[in-house]
């Protein structure tokens, strides 16, 4: 068999009752071409439970699934989501200085489970990651993170553009690392309630979602590679948070 990506149920029937069985769906793979009521059903309670749907080719499914698939494969998260609304009020509750980070196309499982584990070694309240275009949460997540997937809430939200939005509605500055930007990160203030907006490694933080940020920054170097590995950037973002919030 081949390496299992995540727990995965397949099969019409046996995937709607996980669903209804309030299992935590990750993804769900639609064979091309599927319609009618399956897909009507389906649409329907991503948009109620919050996970994406993707329609891939027979042969796509039939990888993670040798048997009798049906068309339909659900991907079982490895960790309860969250919203962020229920979140940072409690955050704030219990008197201490929100620092939230927020993954913008970051797709690569290891990298995923390593900005896990440094986030929550450096105190971070939560991660947000969008309903689309972001890593699985499987068991390589969650070994890479040394367990913490298991401590800090994950947050998966089907729209980051509102997410920054109701943050910086609740007192909290958004900051974004830019390649372009003309500020080093020492030169930010971390010791206010934060949100780091961290992007994919190819392509950095949309402009759309640097528009919104309050600041921007960029991690000095002194060699001539192109870039951090976006886990390595991130730890470093982290540890800055720390150190100016006092260990």
Do not use: W
Not at 43 to 71: C, D, I, M, W, Y
Not at 161 to 174: A, F, N, P
């Amino acid at each position: 068999m081949k390496k299992t990506f995540s727990n995965i149920i397949f099969g019409r029937h046996p995937v709607l009752d996980a669903i209804a069985a309030g299992k935590t769906i990750d993804k769900i793979l639609l064979q091309t071409g599927t319609r009618g009521e399956l897909e009507k059903e389906i649409r329907q309670l991503s948009r109620t439970h919050n996970f994406a749907v993707q329609f891939v080719p027979k042969e796509r499914l039939s990888k993670f699934a040798p048997g009798n698939h049906q068309g339909i494969i659900a991907f079982v998260s490895e960790i309860p989501f969250f919203k962020i609304e229920d979140i940072v009020p409690g955050i704030f509750e219990k008197g201490e200085n929100p620092l939230i980070l927020i993954l913008e196309g970051v797709t690569d499982v290891r990298n995923f489970g390593a900005i896990a584990r440094s986030a929550e070694v450096c105190g971070a309240h939560a991660i947000v990651i969008p309903t689309k275009g972001s890593a699985q949460i499987n068991a390589d997540a969650v070994k890479t993170s040394a367990g913490a997937l298991m401590k800090i809430p994950v947050c998966k939200e089907p729209s980051l553009v509102k997410t920054i939005e109701y943050l910086q509605q609740s007192g909290i500055q958004i900051l974004a690392s830019d390649l372009q930007s003309g500020k080093m990160i020492y030169d930010l203030d971390f010791t206010t309630p934060v949100a780091i907006i961290v992007g994919a490694e190819d392509e950095g933080v949309s402009r759309a979602l640097l528009k919104m940020a309050d600041g921007t920054f960029i991690i000095p170097q002194k060699g001539t590679t192109d870039s951090l590995n976006v886990s390595v950037a991130t730890g470093i973002m982290l540890y800055e948070a720390l150190r100016q919030r006092g260990s």
